[in-house]
């Protein structure tokens, strides 16, 4: 069976329910706290003021833009970037470490198909899935911003917001699929990239409590900030191409790995 097809077989029921979570949270936080934080604003405010600083920092809450849409979206996307970080380094494992788990990686790579071939087919069969749940968070979110943002709509600046979780989920891929090649053993896919995405929430909540400009280099949930997007019509350059760069760099150092190295005695 063509490898594409077969990776898009055994993967595409995962990546479908995590989309859903993704999406349905998305549409939860919109439609369900966005309203009752606008009609309770001074007891919202209130609140957040008795909670400690570096609390609110941790998760993003920016008082002076959190009761607008924008605000209020990109203070939702730490914790859509938290499932997207999962969801796509999963990815990137479960692909790239499925013959090694189920130890038959010798018996794929005697059949008549190149390494480069069959790296390329899992790539493309990760990247069609990781594209098809950003469609469909991407169309919800300009959805929602069309139904609950105020007029002027600036549908440019909320597609590029929106945006922002593909071009993370791909840097969190590429961490995955590194991890997976790099690995002699991957004993849990679900495990090993809940650890990976919670390894980025948690450098993004140390990044926003000591607010260092600096860490923003190692905070990957940084690299395509949301807030940026929506508020200044565009990433930070300096942050997007650190993402960009880490990104190709991982995966050029995985495809070499995987094309070039001794397969496993098992």
């Known amino acids: 069976m063509n490898v594409f097809r077969f990776e ?29 934080f606008m009609e309770s604003r001074v007891a919202v405010e209130n609140m957040l003021k008795s909670l400690p600083p570096a609390f609110a920092a941790a998760f993003g809450m920016q008082m002076d833009n959190l009761f607008s849409f924008g605000g209020f979206y990109a203070f939702g996307f730490l914790f859509y970037s938290l499932f997207g970080a999962i969801m796509a380094s999963g990815i990137g494992l479960d692909l790239f470490s499925r013959e090694k788990r189920e130890k038959c990686m010798d018996f794929l790579l005697t ?8 790296f390329a087919e899992k790539l493309l069969a990760s990247l069609t899935m990781i594209a098809a749940s950003n469609v469909l968070f991407i169309a919800a979110s300009l959805a929602l911003y069309r139904a609950y943002a105020p007029q002027p709509l600036m549908l440019e600046r909320a597609l590029v917001a929106a945006s922002s979780l593909l071009w ?7 961490v995955g699929t590194c991890i997976a090649v790099f690995a002699k053993r991957v004993r849990s896919v679900s495990g090993l990239s809940t650890a990976i995405g919670i390894g980025g929430f948690l450098l993004s909540a140390l990044q926003s409590m000591l607010e260092e400009e600096k860490l923003n280099f190692i905070n990957p949930f ?23 760069v880490i990104t190709i760099a991982l995966m050029a150092a995985a495809y070499v790995r995987y094309t070039r190295a001794d397969i496993p005695s098992l």
């Not at 898009?8 to 998305?26: N, P, Q, Y």
């Not at 059949?111 to 069959?118: D, Q, V």
């Not at 993370?168 to 590429?174: G, I, K, S, V």
Request: proline share 3%.
């Open 8 to 36: 898009l077989k055994r993967a595409w029921v995962g990546a479908l329910i995590w989309s859903l979570v993704l999406t349905g949270l998305l549409c939860g936080l919109i439609t369900g706290a966005l309203p009752a």
């Open 111 to 118: 059949k008549p198909r190149g390494r480069s071939r069959l």
């Open 168 to 174: 993370m989920e791909l840097l969190f891929f590429a």
């Open 222 to 244: 940084k690299y395509f900030d949301a807030a940026k997007a929506f508020f200044d019509g565009a990433f930070e350059l300096k942050y997007a191409l650190t993402g960009a």
